[in-house]
């Protein structure tokens, strides 16, 4: 399996990390055999197959719960669970058991958290303790209140002062990759030229060291809105609904099933069965 030193050699080489989310068994499997470096196990599972609005109500159960499915969909793929909301605020304490139950009931193989340099104690004592982390900075959709809506960030002097100090920060405190979301692309290319883990970007341009999408909108499964950044190589809403539609069609019509789909029997088996 891919390491954390195959990603570095892979950032040396010039060669892009691809990462895929994954939420359960079927799409782990696929995205392991289509050969993805990297699973995330996103809290956007949270919007993408539980319906909820946002990042927010996701709990560590939920994580552990597709983080299971994911494993035995991809034992053979290295994979980021993301830490949820609130689940490595309260205490250090309760950051480390939450990410200790990630990691051992999953099999994960690091942590992601959302955040900048006020995490460089946690990111040390999780490294320290053997839980590889890495980071999130940009948009960090489980502060989007805070942050006044999902927007790109980094746009000002200032905003990309801070997320450079926050790249800086993050890599001394030994995360093994930094997740760039919704950053102009220079920007992310300056911070990507002066880390020393890879960066992996979703809506961060091309020059980012990885690419990671959510595997609901490559794909067009489920979801209706796709952000700017999201290009999609399949329609499965299209071709999940002709299938649906087709099903209650036929059935109506008593073309399904046909002989072709159903068991038969020797007619005299059946005989006086009803007198
Ligand atoms: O939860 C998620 O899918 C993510 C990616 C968008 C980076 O954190
Ligand atoms: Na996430």
Redo the contacts with the bound molecule.
């Keep these: 399996m891919k390491t954390r030193r195959t990603f570095e050699k892979m950032k040396q080489e010039n060669e892009k990390i691809t ?1 895929l ?1 994954a939420y359960d068994y079927p799409s782990a499997k696929t995205a392991e055999n289509a050969g993805v470096d990297m699973i ?1 196990v ?4 949270g919007m ?1 197959v539980l319906g909820y609005d946002s ?1 927010i109500p996701v709990t560590v159960d939920d994580m552990i719960h597709h983080g299971k499915a994911v494993k035995r969909g991809a034992p053979n793929t290295f994979t980021v669970v ?1 830490l949820p909301f609130m689940s490595f605020h309260v205490s250090e304490a309760e950051a480390m058991r939450n990410a200790a139950r990630i990691v051992q009931e999953t099999g994960a193989d690091a942590v ?1 958290l ?1 955040g900048g340099q006020e995490l460089a104690p946690l990111i040390r004592k999780l490294t320290q303790a053997g839980i590889p982390v890495v980071g ?1 900075i940009g948009l960090t ?1 489980q502060t989007f209140q805070v942050l006044g809506g999902y927007r790109v960030q980094g746009k000002t002097t200032e905003e990309a002062r801070r997320l450079i100090e926050n790249a800086d920060v993050l890599n001394e405190a030994g995360v093994i990759s930094i ?1 760039l ?1 919704c950053v102009p692309a220079k920007l992310a290319t300056l911070i990507t030229e002066n880390s020393n883990v890879p960066t ?1 970007g ?1 809506g961060a341009g091309s020059g980012t060291d990885g690419q ?3 595997y609901h909108d490559l794909l067009q499964y489920g979801v209706e809105r796709l952000a700017k950044f999201v290009k999609p190589q399949a329609n499965l809403n299209e071709s999940i609904d002709h299938a649906i539609r087709t099903y209650i069609s036929e059935v109506k019509a008593t073309d399904f099933p046909s002989d072709e789909h159903t068991y038969a029997i020797n007619d005299d088996v059946l005989d006086g069965l009803y007198g």
Excluded: A, N, Q, R
Aim: charged share 25%.
């Design positions: 990462m989310t995330l996103g809290d956007s599972l993408v990042t993301d992601k959302e999130h959709p997740v979301e992996i979703i990671v999408l959510v």
